[in-house]
């Protein structure tokens, strides 16, 4: 089982709606954990980073929430675009002693629609 | 700013063929990785480097080699190709490993083997 579940696998809203996908993580221990968008044929492009201390971040149209207790994540997109159709993923790190790894979920499929 | 840059974008082989994929970036980052990316799964780690000279296997090494001889140039190589190789490979570097450095992807190597 993936240590980092996305729901849903995929998603389809009307231009100009809002959207929340959501994260959850059982990987420890936490380190951050950032949300990537990844465009059809692209490399995955970082949206936010959050660590632990930190509740809320934005860039620009989206928003990302953390609560480490509950170890759950959401990214709201505010009145989406088309160029928003892409996939979300959401990359847990871990650092234990020296070593570092990043938990990749398998991405939410994003899809607006006019 | 080129940023991270993978060659070829598609690739076929044989069963068996050897190849190289080519990384490169000019942001002087420290780390470097190369990842895999499969329909339904997130992305795996397949080695990686923290510096010239040092590399260290990830979760899927099994069938690749790398070396880092430059800070900038990272090459994966397929020994012998199988089809479970098919997949999307990507490359990323980050400025070290460091709690919150973001990390940059390529755009992605499309191979398939058959």
């Known amino acids: 089982k993936n240590q980092v579940e996305q729901t849903p696998q995929s998603l389809i809203i009307l231009e100009g709606k809002n959207c929340t996908l959501q994260?959850?993580?059982?990987?420890?221990?936490?380190?951050?954990l950032r949300w990537y968008k990844q465009d059809t044929g692209r490399g995955p492009v970082s949206l936010t980073i959050?660590?632990?201390?930190?509740n809320t971040k934005s860039n620009g149209r989206y928003t990302a929430t953390l609560d480490a207790d509950t170890k759950q994540s959401s990214l709201h997109i505010t009145a989406s675009q088309l160029s928003d159709s892409a996939s979300y993923i959401c990359?847990?790190?871990?650092?234990?002693?020296?070593?570092?790894?990043?938990?990749f979920g398998t991405g939410t499929r994003l899809t607006i629609i006019p | 700013n080129a940023g991270v840059t993978q060659t070829p974008k598609f690739q076929v082989l044989k069963t068996g063929q050897s190849m190289t994929l080519q990384c490169a970036q000019d942001?002087?980052?420290?780390?470097m990785s190369w990842y895999r990316q499969d329909p339904g799964m997130g992305l795996r780690l397949i080695h990686y480097?923290?510096?010239?000279?040092?590399?260290d296997q990830g979760e899927v090494p099994n069938g690749y080699n790398v070396s880092r001889s430059t800070t900038e140039d990272f090459p994966l190589r397929l020994l012998s190709a199988a089809p479970s190789q098919t997949s999307v490979y990507f490359c990323?570097?980050?400025?070290?490993?460091?709690?919150?450095?973001?990390?940059?992807f390529g755009q992605g190597t499309r191979l398939t083997v058959v």
């Open positions: 942001m002087n980052h420290e780390y």
């Open positions: 990323a570097s980050s400025y070290g490993a460091v709690l919150n450095t973001e990390a940059f």
């Open positions: 480097s923290v510096g010239a000279g040092i590399t």
């Open positions: 990359v847990v790190k871990t650092r234990s002693g020296g070593n570092e790894k990043l938990t």
């Open positions: 994260c959850n993580y059982t990987v420890s221990p936490f380190s951050n």
């Open positions: 959050m660590t632990f201390s930190e």
